[in-house]
């Protein structure tokens, strides 16, 4: 049950973050607006605060009822997502992603730490997976629904009703579920004190190599997934709607299946060694680059639906394991924050760059590549698939020294 609630939460999460990829094809038309701008639109502005205030926000539901944490944001997030509709220029989107970002801040870290508790070891990395689904699935549901009703009424309306069909979710969460340490009364946590969580961290390099390794892969993975709805239109001549159906079957199929094939692969092999976590990621990420490169040049529609597929399962491939490994390298009473940690480079680096420097080469290459400047400008940006297939390796060396240690 708790597991279900929060899948559909995490699905809104993600229809709420990723449907602005679809729109940016008529939103930058119709304001007016450069790569550039729509890259810091679709990243920077949403990854501001979400990075800056998911820490803040995992140390208090370290000590507070974290179910109500998650529902209070899920319906600020929302209710932002509905007030993109109503902007008129570049700075009141750009300020209602901002709000997007504030609301989900305290979305993730606190549903992570909440499987972590409810699943025993042996059997979390599949857990989490499952949670993990609402990335695929909602990012397919972002990209279908946002396409549809852009093409058949408009793109203000898309986001008006993506956003208010979040909102009866978030009461719907926060009486159906418990969370597990106020279920009996003398089960608070320990307090600890933010100090004492780095300290901690700081003696767990896996950690770091592997948050700075999701940070690097996420740079490619959140680009590709912001620009190849405008990829298609540009470069392929889709139309809006077409490439909703497209893009959505990739994203949909191919990440369900890295996100459990995956956690599977990491549960199977991590049981003997610990490393397995790390590892089974650092090979996915590597095959992701050289995919997706020869995906940007297919011959064809159905040629270009299997190189893309592949790899948009393959650069999701960390979420069951990573989320798993850092689950289990600190202590209960440390889990969200640790988990925020995690995410704050994920999506600094991943949203926060990412999409920006896609827009931004796209606008370099622009004169003297004309409408090809974007595929140039996303094959740039696979490189970062390499770095973090290097750092999960790196980190696959410290993992079984740190899953073990307790200091």
């Not at 969200?336 to 920006?356: D, K």
């Not at 931004?360 to 290459?365: E, G, I, K, Q, T």
């Amino acid at each position: 049950m708790m597991l279900a609630v929060l899948l559909v939460a995490y699905i809104f999460n993600y229809i709420d973050r990723q449907i602005v990829g679809i729109l940016a094809v008529p939103i930058k038309s119709d304001l007016g607006l450069s790569d550039t701008q729509v890259g810091l639109m679709g990243g920077l502005a949403f990854s501001l605060f979400y990075s800056g205030l998911g820490i803040p926000i995992a140390r208090l539901a370290d000590r507070r009822d974290r179910v109500t944490i998650i529902a209070i944001s899920l319906a600020l997030w929302s209710l932002c997502t509905a007030l993109c509709g109503t902007v008129q220029n570049f700075t009141h989107l750009f300020l209602a992603r901002m709000g997007v970002g504030v609301g989900e801040a305290g979305g993730v870290a606190p549903s992570y730490a909440l499987i972590a508790d409810s699943f025993p070891q042996e059997k979390r990395s599949r857990a989490l997976a499952i949670f993990l689904f609402g990335i695929p699935i909602g990012s397919a549901l972002g990209i279908l629904f946002g396409g549809w009703i852009a093409a058949n009424i408009d793109w203000r309306s898309a986001f008006l009703i993506v956003g208010l069909a979040g909102l009866p979710v978030a009461p719907l969460l926060r009486f159906a579920l418990r969370d597990p340490r106020s279920v009996a009364r003398g089960n608070e946590p320990e307090i600890v004190s933010f100090r004492e969580v780095m300290r901690l961290l700081a003696r767990k390099p896996s950690f770091w190599l592997m948050s700075v390794g999701n940070g690097s892969g996420a740079i490619a993975g959140y680009g590709l997934l912001f620009w190849l709805p405008s990829y298609f239109r540009r470069s392929l001549q889709l139309e809006l709607f077409d490439i909703s159906l497209f893009y959505g079957a990739i994203v949909l199929f191919g990440g369900m299946l890295g996100i459990w094939g995956s956690g599977w692969l990491g549960d199977r092999l991590g049981s003997r060694r610990p490393a397995a976590y790390a590892l089974v990621p650092a090979v996915a990420v590597f095959l992701a680059a050289p995919l997706n490169a020869v995906g940007l040049f297919a011959p064809s529609m159905p040629i270009a639906f299997i190189l893309f597929l592949l790899p948009n399962g393959l650069g999701l491939s960390w979420a069951g394991p990573v989320t798993a490994a850092i689950q289990q390298i600190v202590p209960a009473n440390m889990r969200a924050t640790a988990s925020a940690g995690f995410l704050f480079f994920t999506n600094l680096l991943g949203l926060g760059l990412g999409t920006l420097l896609i827009g931004f080469l796209s606008d370099r290459f622009n004169a003297s590549l004309g409408e090809e400047a974007l595929r140039y400008a996303i094959l740039c940006v696979l490189v970062f698939y390499l770095v973090s297939g290097s750092l999960y390796a790196i980190a696959s060396r410290h993992l079984e020294r740190d899953w073990h240690r307790e200091d």
